[in-house]
Structures are given as structure tokens and as C-alpha cells.
């Protein structure tokens, strides 16, 4: 299957500066939103990016999954517990979200690296 990972998100990286330089309050907005978000609170933040990787594979998002697999990467998440959190949402989505688990699972072997 061909998903190429550190492409697809420099090439979104670059699409997203784009929109900053257009909208530059609405963009600030977004990422200050995803920043309260995403900090420690009720759950540790490691917790909130697993969760975060389970909903990009139901969401069936190709941006979403290898940013959410770097976060996790980084808070110290393991492969086979990215992939186990993620089979949770095939459970939801059903066999064709398992396509996504794939992504996952291609995007961790390319990011440890």
C-alpha cells in the first residue's frame, strides 16, 4: 500500500502555514483550542494523544493518524499499545476502519526512525 507518511505531513505542514498567513486569528484559535486540550488535566496528556490516535483511525483521517502516532511516539506510547488502543475503534467502525489500523501501524515504523 503505498501511504507515503513523512510526505503526507510535510506537504499538510505546508498547506497549514498557507492558512495561517491567510487567517491568522482563526488559526491561532485552532491551535490555542488544541493546546487547552490536549495539556494535562482530568487525563495526562500521554492518555489524551492515545485517545486522540484511536479517534483519527475512526475518524478515518491519512493527517490526523501519523500526528497523533508522533505525539504518542514522543509521550512514550509502544507500538503494540498504539495498535491495541486502535483496535478498539474497528470495534466501533467496523472491518473497514482496520484499513486505518495499517496506517498506524506503517506511520510508527517510519516515525521511530
Given at each position: ?5 513523512k ?14 498567513k ?7 484559535a ?8 490536549t495539556k ?6 500521554k492518555?489524551k ?17 501519523p ?23 474497528v470495534l ?7 484499513t ?10 517510519e516515525?521511530?526512525?
Amino acid at each position: 500500500m503505498r501511504y507515503d507518511v513523512k510526505n503526507t505531513l510535510n506537504e499538510f505542514n505546508s498547506l497549514m502555514n498557507d492558512i495561517r498567513k491567510n487567517i491568522p486569528e482563526e488559526y491561532s484559535a485552532f491551535i490555542e483550542q488544541k493546546a487547552v486540550l490536549t495539556k494535562d488535566g482530568k487525563l495526562p496528556s500521554k492518555q489524551k494523544w492515545l485517545i486522540l490516535l484511536a479517534v483519527s483511525v475512526i475518524a478515518k483521517c491519512p493527517i490526523c493518524i501519523p500526528k497523533a502516532v508522533q505525539h504518542c511516539l514522543e509521550a512514550g506510547w509502544n507500538k503494540p499499545e498504539m495498535l491495541e488502543a486502535c483496535m478498539i475503534s474497528v470495534l466501533v467502525g467496523g472491518s473497514s476502519t482496520m484499513t486505518y489500523v495499517t496506517l498506524v501501524d506503517k506511520a510508527i515504523d517510519e516515525l521511530k526512525k
